[in-house]
């Protein structure tokens, strides 16, 4: 599962992923970013994981991808902060029946 999260009002986007490789992640961000209005799809700040390796594919569908510094997740934190074990009304910190989480 992964979650897009604007910054400013805190909208939260659950985009459910079928793999972890970059090409499944970035069909889902690509897919997930489409259905939203452009003043919310402005950009996406992602940390360095590997399944972002493909991010040129996103940035050339229309949605800018910039990347945190290692060990700096104050730097994406919205998201950081949704995704702890104090958020638990959110899916991905909570997956029902024990299903993974990203």
């Known amino acids: 599962m992964a979650t897009l999260v604007e910054r400013t009002s805190r909208f939260v ?3 459910p992923l079928t793999g972890r490789d970059s090409l499944t ?3 889902a961000i690509i897919a997930a970013a489409g259905t939203l209005p452009r003043q919310i799809a ?3 700040t992602w940390d360095c994981g590997s399944e972002m390796a493909g991010h040129a594919r996103i940035t050339a569908a229309g949605l800018p991808v ?3 510094r290692p060990h700096s997740p104050w730097q994406r934190g919205s998201n950081e902060c949704r995704r702890s074990r104090n958020s638990p009304g959110l ?3 909570n997956s029902p029946g024990g299903g993974p989480r990203v």
């Open 66 to 68: 910039y990347f945190a």
């Open 91 to 93: 899916r991905s910190c």
């Open 25 to 27: 992640v970035g069909d």
């Open 42 to 44: 402005r950009s996406l």
């Open 13 to 15: 986007v659950l985009v």
